[in-house]
């Protein structure tokens, strides 16, 4: 299930008082407009991976990307829509990379190692960088409010993607038939939270190996005599 994506706002251009003006932008201004607002998006996503969701600020963000301040407000109105902006861009290209390359994998077992080293994938690259969803967690955990629910809904409609990845597995018959999806998603969700402290924080070597083995380990203790 994929996050709707914020309602785009359409760009209004000062024009001479001609016989023309007050006219709709044309179809090729409203798609250079959202070109430029998406090459903002991107730029932004790439700033908020190191200074987090709240250091990112209209002024920053014309400063990185060249841009006028009164540029960039023009496609955000607010620090609060460019900021859900990127949380819907960051789980998008999340959903890419980590969801669909999944799903090409037969039901079950399969598709849970899937989702899992595709998301270990993911996470080896954000070692260097940072995570929207953890970073933002941290920003946001006591902070109701727009951005919240975006992070939020965000992350529970990928936990709710591996809690139905798991159910499956069980239905295959691949996980014993006792298993509870949310307890076993829970531990490898865990697994991940522990691999950004453990590397990212405290630079332990080999914490990438330990996250995968506690993945195994979960599997064994899953798992069916048959396939664990």
Same mark, same amino acid.
């Given at each position: 299930m994929s996050i709707a994506s914020v309602s785009a706002k359409l760009i209004r251009k000062t024009r001479p008082k001609t016989a023309g003006a007050g006219? $709709?932008?044309?179809g090729r201004a409203l798609q250079k407009?959202? #070109?430029t607002k998406m090459?903002? *998006?991107?730029? $932004? %996503?790439? %700033? $908020?991976? &190191? *200074?987090? %969701?709240?250091? =990112?600020?209209?002024g920053a963000l014309a400063e990185a990307t060249n841009m006028s301040k009164s540029g960039v407000f023009a496609h955000f109105g607010s620090r609060e829509e460019l900021q859900i902006s990127v949380i &819907?861009? @960051?789980?998008t290209l999340f959903e890419r990379d980590v969801f669909y390359f999944a799903? #090409? #994998?037969?039901?079950? =077992?399969p598709r849970v190692k899937a =989702?899992? $080293?595709?998301?270990?994938?993911?996470v080896a690259e954000e070692i260097q960088a940072g995570c929207i969803f953890i970073s933002g967690a941290v920003e946001f955990d006591d902070r109701p409010g727009p951005v919240r629910d975006a992070l939020a809904t965000s992350v529970q409609t990928w936990l709710d993607a591996m809690d139905r990845a798991i159910v499956m597995a069980r239905d295959c018959g691949h996980l014993r038939a006792d298993v509870d999806e949310q307890q076993m998603a829970f531990e490898i969700h865990g697994l991940i939270l522990a691999? &950004? @402290?453990?590397a990212r924080f405290l630079k332990k070597p080999a914490s990438i190996a330990r996250a995968n083995k506690g993945f195994e380990n979960i599997l064994v203790r899953y798992g069916t005599p048959s396939v664990s």
């Open positions: 006219k $709709a932008p044309s407009g959202q #070109q090459a903002i *998006v991107d730029a $932004a %996503l790439g %700033l $908020a991976t &190191h *200074v987090g %969701l709240e250091g =990112l600020s209209i &819907h861009q @960051y789980f799903m #090409q #994998q037969p039901r079950g =077992l =989702l899992f $080293a595709n998301w270990m994938r993911l691999l &950004h @402290y453990e």
